[in-house]
């Protein structure tokens, strides 16, 4: 565990819980069969699209998440105006596994995630194929490196997608946007597309601290209305702050909003002992979503950046 590791309060018991209608045990079990279908599937033509040309690839990468998305029951709902061609660097919140998906099932780009994603059985092989960009979050001497491949994969008019709270939150608060990639933004002269990911309800979408994959995977296929909203924000452009700090701030505060109705279970615990039990077992490198290697991997949802 590295101590400048980005971290959450956010804990299972409290945040990632049932809400609302549930669809019942068949028809969740029909949607995680389809769901694990619909993945295997793309795995499997993944190859196939290598020879096509950038925009092809996106286009079947937004109908293959699309699919997976409405296979696992959720609705997918997006407002305001996609970013016009060319580099950009996207930046959203992260509440889960699905935020990967849904993010690329309107906005297809090249993905950050950390260095284990590339070993991962099944899913390590696509994310390389899709031009994944993978950093090692453990060495923090690499981080400059790191921030130099960004810039230059903007700077060769890619599209960039990062999720800068560099762990994940439950939705109904928000992290501080770590600025590394922010400076790549700056260094390749790319504009800031912020995106703010709404789940509800939130607790059945919530993936955070030691939540197996398995039991989320149940929790999003057994809600009866699960719905995703991604809302493209307005652009920031190049030049619109002095450095990656500001810049970082901006976005941030664009993405998060008017404060919420409600906040963090896990942030209003009642005594002081539950509140550092809360805070011990919070979202902790190893076992959480950046950081499981032990687990069954979800998709790209490790994608993270640190500071």
Same mark, same amino acid.
């Given at each position: 565990?590295?101590?400048?590791?980005?971290?959450?309060?956010?804990v299972?018991?409290?945040?990632?819980?049932?809400?609302?209608?549930?669809? =019942?045990?068949?028809?969740?079990?029909?949607r995680? +069969? #389809?769901?694990?279908? &619909?993945?295997l *599937? $793309?795995? @499997?033509?993944? %190859?196939?699209?290598?020879p096509?040309?950038p925009?092809?690839?996106?286009?079947?990468?937004?109908?293959?998440?699309?699919?997976?998305?409405?296979?696992?029951?959720v609705?997918?709902?997006?407002?305001?105006?996609?970013?016009?061609?060319?580099?950009?660097?996207?930046?959203a919140?992260?509440?889960?596994?699905?935020?990967?998906?849904?993010?690329?099932?309107v906005?297809?780009g090249?993905?950050?995630?950390?260095?284990?994603?590339?070993?991962?059985?099944?899913?390590g092989?696509?994310?390389?194929?899709?031009?994944?960009?993978?950093?090692?979050?453990d060495?923090?001497r690499?981080?400059?490196?790191?921030?130099?491949?960004?810039a230059h994969?903007?700077?060769?008019?890619?599209?960039?997608?990062?999720?800068?709270?560099?762990?994940?939150?439950? =939705?109904?608060?928000?992290g501080?946007?770590?600025? +590394? #990639?922010?400076?790549? &933004?700056?260094? *390749? $002269?790319? @504009?800031?597309? %912020?995106?703010r990911?709404?789940?509800?309800?939130?607790?059945?979408?919530?993936?955070?601290?030691?939540?197996?994959?398995?039991?989320?995977?149940?929790?999003?296929?057994?809600?009866?209305r699960?719905?995703?909203?991604?809302?493209?924000?307005?652009?920031?452009p190049?030049?619109?702050?002095?450095?990656?700090?500001?810049?970082?701030?901006?976005?941030?505060?664009?993405?998060?909003?008017?404060?919420?109705?409600?906040?963090c279970?896990?942030?209003?615990?009642?005594?002081?002992?539950?509140?550092?039990?809360?805070?011990?077992?919070?979202?902790?490198?190893?076992p959480?979503?950046?950081?499981?290697?032990?687990s069954i991997?979800?998709?790209?949802?490790?994608?993270?950046?640190?500071?």
């Amino acid at each position: 565990m590295s101590a400048w590791l980005p971290t959450a309060p956010c804990v299972p018991e409290r945040c990632a819980t049932p809400e609302g209608p549930a669809a =019942g045990p068949p028809r969740a079990a029909l949607r995680v +069969a #389809a769901g694990l279908t &619909a993945v295997l *599937a $793309g795995l @499997a033509l993944a %190859p196939l699209t290598a020879p096509l040309r950038p925009a092809a690839r996106h286009r079947l990468t937004r109908v293959w998440c699309r699919t997976v998305l409405r296979a696992f029951g959720v609705r997918a709902r997006v407002t305001g105006a996609p970013p016009p061609p060319g580099p950009v660097l996207v930046v959203a919140n992260h509440v889960s596994w699905l935020d990967v998906a849904l993010v690329a099932a309107v906005l297809p780009g090249r993905m950050v995630a950390k260095r284990e994603v590339r070993h991962w059985p099944l899913l390590g092989p696509l994310a390389a194929l899709g031009g994944t960009l993978f950093l090692d979050r453990d060495r923090l001497r690499a981080l400059p490196g790191a921030v130099r491949g960004l810039a230059h994969a903007l700077a060769a008019g890619h599209r960039v997608v990062v999720f800068p709270e560099g762990s994940t939150w439950c =939705g109904r608060a928000h992290g501080r946007f770590r600025p +590394a #990639a922010f400076q790549a &933004a700056l260094d *390749a $002269g790319a @504009a800031v597309q %912020p995106v703010r990911i709404t789940y509800r309800p939130v607790g059945p979408a919530a993936f955070v601290g030691d939540d197996p994959l398995a039991v989320s995977l149940w929790r999003v296929a057994a809600a009866g209305r699960l719905t995703a909203e991604i809302r493209l924000l307005a652009p920031i452009p190049h030049g619109a702050h002095p450095d990656r700090r500001a810049l970082a701030r901006a976005a941030r505060t664009a993405v998060a909003g008017p404060v919420p109705a409600t906040t963090c279970p896990a942030t209003t615990v009642p005594d002081a002992r539950q509140t550092a039990v809360a805070r011990d077992s919070a979202n902790r490198p190893a076992p959480s979503v950046h950081h499981r290697d032990s687990s069954i991997p979800a998709a790209s949802s490790s994608a993270a950046t640190p500071s």
